[in-house]
Protein backbone atom coordinates (compact mmCIF):
# COMPACT_ATOMS: atom_id res chain seq x y z
CA UNK A 1 0.00 0.00 0.00
CA UNK A 2 1.46 3.27 -1.29
CA UNK A 3 0.93 6.45 0.95
CA UNK A 4 1.13 10.05 -0.17
CA UNK A 5 0.95 13.34 1.24
CA UNK A 6 -0.73 16.68 0.36
CA UNK A 7 -0.38 19.80 0.77
CA UNK A 8 -3.20 21.93 -0.01
CA UNK A 9 -4.65 25.62 -0.07
CA UNK A 10 -7.69 27.37 0.69
CA UNK A 11 -8.03 30.45 -0.72
CA UNK A 12 -9.74 33.45 -1.98
CA UNK A 13 -13.97 32.74 -1.22
CA UNK A 14 -13.09 29.01 -0.41
CA UNK A 15 -11.73 30.15 2.94
CA UNK A 16 -15.21 30.27 3.78
CA UNK A 17 -15.49 26.58 3.24
CA UNK A 18 -15.78 23.88 6.65
CA UNK A 19 -13.73 20.70 7.01
CA UNK A 20 -16.33 18.75 6.26
CA UNK A 21 -17.19 20.63 2.53
CA UNK A 22 -13.56 20.48 1.93
CA UNK A 23 -13.90 16.43 3.23
CA UNK A 24 -16.93 16.34 0.68
CA UNK A 25 -15.08 17.75 -1.93
CA UNK A 26 -11.80 16.02 -2.04
CA UNK A 27 -13.54 12.80 -2.10
CA UNK A 28 -15.68 14.05 -5.08
CA UNK A 29 -12.36 14.71 -6.66
CA UNK A 30 -10.49 10.96 -5.89
CA UNK A 31 -13.87 9.77 -8.15
CA UNK A 32 -13.17 11.99 -10.84
CA UNK A 33 -9.46 11.45 -11.04
CA UNK A 34 -9.89 7.74 -10.84
CA UNK A 35 -7.49 7.50 -8.45
CA UNK A 36 -7.12 4.19 -6.89
CA UNK A 37 -7.73 4.31 -2.96
CA UNK A 38 -7.53 2.07 0.00
CA UNK A 39 -11.13 1.93 2.08
CA UNK A 40 -11.88 1.00 5.61
CA UNK A 41 -13.87 -1.94 6.57
CA UNK A 42 -16.78 -2.51 7.79
CA UNK A 43 -20.09 -2.24 6.91
CA UNK A 44 -19.58 1.29 5.43
CA UNK A 45 -16.27 1.70 4.06
CA UNK A 46 -14.29 5.17 3.58
CA UNK A 47 -11.51 6.45 1.54
CA UNK A 48 -8.53 5.92 3.64
CA UNK A 49 -7.53 9.81 3.87
CA UNK A 50 -6.12 11.31 7.62
CA UNK A 51 -6.76 14.83 7.55
CA UNK A 52 -4.03 16.77 9.85
CA UNK A 53 -5.07 19.86 11.50
CA UNK A 54 -7.37 21.67 9.72
CA UNK A 55 -7.56 25.91 8.99
CA UNK A 56 -10.53 27.29 11.30
CA UNK A 57 -13.60 28.34 8.78
CA UNK A 58 -13.20 31.23 7.60
CA UNK A 59 -9.37 31.64 7.39
CA UNK A 60 -7.45 31.30 4.47
CA UNK A 61 -4.29 28.36 4.38
CA UNK A 62 -1.19 28.12 2.36
CA UNK A 63 -0.62 24.76 4.44
CA UNK A 64 -2.73 22.41 5.13
CA UNK A 65 -1.77 18.64 4.76
CA UNK A 66 -3.38 15.70 4.87
CA UNK A 67 -2.17 11.59 3.75
CA UNK A 68 -4.31 9.13 1.57
CA UNK A 69 -3.51 5.70 0.91
CA UNK A 70 -3.71 3.78 -2.44
CA UNK A 71 -4.07 0.48 -3.39
CA UNK A 72 -1.93 0.98 -6.53
CA UNK A 73 1.32 3.25 -6.53
CA UNK A 74 1.14 6.18 -8.64
CA UNK A 75 3.74 9.09 -9.27
CA UNK A 76 3.24 11.63 -6.25
CA UNK A 77 3.64 14.80 -8.93
CA UNK A 78 1.20 13.38 -11.68
CA UNK A 79 -1.70 11.91 -8.96
CA UNK A 80 -1.36 15.96 -7.45
CA UNK A 81 -2.05 17.39 -11.31
CA UNK A 82 -5.31 15.36 -11.26
CA UNK A 83 -6.43 16.11 -8.30
CA UNK A 84 -5.88 19.73 -8.34
CA UNK A 85 -7.69 20.29 -11.57
CA UNK A 86 -10.65 17.90 -10.30
CA UNK A 87 -11.03 20.37 -7.42
CA UNK A 88 -12.65 23.89 -7.65
CA UNK A 89 -9.95 26.84 -7.94
CA UNK A 90 -8.97 28.46 -4.38
CA UNK A 91 -8.61 24.57 -2.99
CA UNK A 92 -5.15 24.18 -4.83
CA UNK A 93 -2.95 20.95 -4.37
CA UNK A 94 0.25 22.51 -4.57
CA UNK A 95 2.43 19.81 -3.35
CA UNK A 96 2.60 15.74 -3.03
CA UNK A 97 5.34 13.45 -1.70
CA UNK A 98 5.14 9.77 -1.10
CA UNK A 99 5.53 9.18 2.40
CA UNK A 100 8.32 7.45 3.38
CA UNK A 101 8.59 8.60 7.55
CA UNK A 102 6.12 7.80 10.11
CA UNK A 103 4.03 10.35 11.99
CA UNK A 104 2.79 13.60 9.83
CA UNK A 105 0.94 14.66 12.34
CA UNK A 106 3.60 14.89 14.60
CA UNK A 107 5.53 17.25 13.02
CA UNK A 108 2.58 19.86 12.77
CA UNK A 109 3.54 21.47 16.54
CA UNK A 110 3.36 25.39 14.79
CA UNK A 111 1.55 27.82 12.79
CA UNK A 112 3.13 30.86 11.07
CA UNK A 113 -0.33 32.89 10.88
CA UNK A 114 -0.81 36.58 9.18
CA UNK A 115 -3.11 38.86 10.18
CA UNK A 116 -4.42 41.65 8.03
CA UNK A 117 -5.84 44.98 10.22
CA UNK A 118 -7.95 46.85 7.74
CA UNK A 119 -8.65 50.48 9.06
CA UNK A 120 -5.87 49.73 11.85
CA UNK A 121 -3.15 52.14 11.75
CA UNK A 122 0.25 50.65 12.01
CA UNK A 123 1.58 52.79 14.97
CA UNK A 124 -1.72 51.41 17.18
CA UNK A 125 -1.18 47.45 16.13
CA UNK A 126 2.64 48.40 17.04
CA UNK A 127 2.07 49.82 20.85
CA UNK A 128 -0.92 46.69 21.07
CA UNK A 129 1.99 44.18 20.09
CA UNK A 130 4.39 45.20 22.35
CA UNK A 131 1.79 45.29 25.35
CA UNK A 132 0.73 42.13 24.26
CA UNK A 133 4.21 40.62 24.33
CA UNK A 134 5.40 42.37 27.89
CA UNK A 135 2.30 40.68 29.32
CA UNK A 136 3.07 37.51 31.29
CA UNK A 137 -0.67 36.36 30.56
CA UNK A 138 -3.41 37.33 28.15
CA UNK A 139 -6.72 35.96 29.77
CA UNK A 140 -9.47 35.56 26.69
CA UNK A 141 -12.45 33.99 26.75
CA UNK A 142 -14.28 31.80 23.95
CA UNK A 143 -17.74 30.44 24.12
CA UNK A 144 -17.70 26.37 23.31
CA UNK A 145 -20.05 23.18 23.53
CA UNK A 146 -19.73 23.21 26.92
CA UNK A 147 -20.18 27.27 28.16
CA UNK A 148 -17.63 30.15 28.11
CA UNK A 149 -14.09 29.09 28.55
CA UNK A 150 -11.48 31.12 29.85
CA UNK A 151 -8.14 30.35 29.24
CA UNK A 152 -4.77 32.21 28.99
CA UNK A 153 -3.19 32.70 25.35
CA UNK A 154 -0.07 34.06 26.06
CA UNK A 155 2.24 30.64 26.26
CA UNK A 156 0.70 29.27 23.00
CA UNK A 157 2.50 32.43 20.93
CA UNK A 158 6.07 32.04 20.32
CA UNK A 159 5.57 35.65 18.57
CA UNK A 160 3.91 38.48 17.55
CA UNK A 161 5.32 41.51 15.44
CA UNK A 162 4.02 43.91 13.74
CA UNK A 163 5.40 43.87 9.74
CA UNK A 164 5.00 46.22 6.92
CA UNK A 165 4.74 44.39 4.13
CA UNK A 166 1.83 41.84 3.70
CA UNK A 167 3.29 38.53 2.22
CA UNK A 168 2.04 37.58 -1.57
CA UNK A 169 0.10 34.20 0.16
CA UNK A 170 -1.73 36.71 2.50
CA UNK A 171 -5.65 36.15 1.67
CA UNK A 172 -7.49 39.89 0.65
CA UNK A 173 -4.09 41.49 -0.76
CA UNK A 174 -5.11 45.08 -0.91
CA UNK A 175 -3.13 48.63 -1.71
CA UNK A 176 -4.82 50.29 0.74
CA UNK A 177 -2.44 51.38 3.77
CA UNK A 178 -3.42 48.77 7.38
CA UNK A 179 -1.70 47.22 9.92
CA UNK A 180 -0.40 43.42 9.27
CA UNK A 181 0.54 41.87 12.12
CA UNK A 182 3.08 37.82 11.62
CA UNK A 183 1.84 35.40 14.63
CA UNK A 184 4.17 32.59 15.55
CA UNK A 185 1.43 30.33 17.55
CA UNK A 186 2.40 26.61 18.97
CA UNK A 187 -0.25 24.07 18.93
CA UNK A 188 -1.37 23.52 22.96
CA UNK A 189 -3.76 22.35 24.71
CA UNK A 190 -6.58 24.28 24.07
CA UNK A 191 -5.72 25.35 21.02
CA UNK A 192 -4.86 28.78 20.76
CA UNK A 193 -6.15 30.35 17.54
CA UNK A 194 -5.45 33.84 15.17
CA UNK A 195 -9.16 35.10 16.69
CA UNK A 196 -7.81 34.32 20.49
CA UNK A 197 -4.87 36.45 19.70
CA UNK A 198 -7.05 39.75 18.88
CA UNK A 199 -9.27 39.10 21.43
CA UNK A 200 -5.96 39.36 23.81
CA UNK A 201 -4.94 42.84 22.14
CA UNK A 202 -8.05 44.00 22.50
CA UNK A 203 -7.89 42.75 26.24
CA UNK A 204 -4.40 44.78 26.94
CA UNK A 205 -4.32 47.30 24.85
CA UNK A 206 -7.75 47.75 23.47
CA UNK A 207 -7.15 47.64 19.68
CA UNK A 208 -10.36 46.56 17.94
CA UNK A 209 -10.49 46.22 14.31
CA UNK A 210 -13.16 47.97 12.56
CA UNK A 211 -13.99 45.25 10.12
CA UNK A 212 -12.37 41.69 10.49
CA UNK A 213 -9.14 40.35 10.40
CA UNK A 214 -8.39 38.55 6.89
CA UNK A 215 -6.27 35.87 8.20
CA UNK A 216 -4.06 33.41 6.13
CA UNK A 217 -1.95 30.33 7.66
CA UNK A 218 1.20 30.93 6.00
CA UNK A 219 2.78 27.65 7.17
CA UNK A 220 2.54 24.56 9.60
CA UNK A 221 5.32 22.39 10.90
CA UNK A 222 7.83 21.59 13.77
CA UNK A 223 8.81 24.65 16.01
CA UNK A 224 12.58 25.06 16.18
CA UNK A 225 13.05 26.98 19.80
CA UNK A 226 16.17 27.87 18.92
CA UNK A 227 15.49 29.52 16.22
CA UNK A 228 11.95 29.90 16.60
CA UNK A 229 11.03 29.10 12.79
CA UNK A 230 8.79 26.41 11.79
CA UNK A 231 9.91 23.69 9.43
CA UNK A 232 8.56 22.22 6.36
CA UNK A 233 6.79 18.83 7.10
CA UNK A 234 7.29 17.49 3.79
CA UNK A 235 10.99 17.46 4.35
CA UNK A 236 11.68 14.42 5.88
CA UNK A 237 9.70 12.43 3.15
CA UNK A 238 11.61 14.79 0.48
CA UNK A 239 14.42 13.83 1.92
CA UNK A 240 14.07 10.07 2.45
CA UNK A 241 13.17 9.59 -0.88
CA UNK A 242 16.20 11.57 -2.71
CA UNK A 243 18.42 8.51 -0.74
CA UNK A 244 16.09 5.54 -1.58
CA UNK A 245 16.88 3.73 -4.99
CA UNK A 246 14.60 4.46 -7.92
CA UNK A 247 11.12 2.66 -8.24
CA UNK A 248 9.02 2.01 -11.26
CA UNK A 249 5.94 3.56 -9.88
CA UNK A 250 2.34 3.41 -12.67
CA UNK A 251 1.49 7.08 -13.42
CA UNK A 252 -1.35 8.00 -13.93
CA UNK A 253 -2.30 10.03 -17.02
CA UNK A 254 -2.61 14.20 -17.02
CA UNK A 255 -4.47 13.86 -19.94
CA UNK A 256 -7.70 11.98 -18.05
CA UNK A 257 -8.21 14.70 -16.01
CA UNK A 258 -11.90 16.56 -16.63
CA UNK A 259 -11.29 18.76 -19.63
CA UNK A 260 -11.92 22.24 -18.83
CA UNK A 261 -15.99 23.37 -19.92
Known sequence: MQRIRLRYTKRG???????????????????????????????????????????????????????????????????RVLLDESLPAGLDVVEAVEARTPGLADRLTASVWELRLDGVDPAEAERAVAAFNGA??????????????????R???????SV???????????????????????????????????????????????VPAAVTRLAQGLFDEETGTVTDPLAPDREADTAAPATSVGAADPAAAKAPA
Open 13 to 79: RLRFTSHRDFQRAFERALRRAEVPMAYSAGFTPHPKVSYANAAPTGTGSEAEYLEIALTEPRDPEQL
Open 136 to 153: ETVEVQRLTKNGMRTFDA
Open 164 to 210: TTQSQQADRPSDQPCAILRLVVRHVTPAVRPDDVLSGLRAVADLAPP
Open 155 to 161: PAVASLE
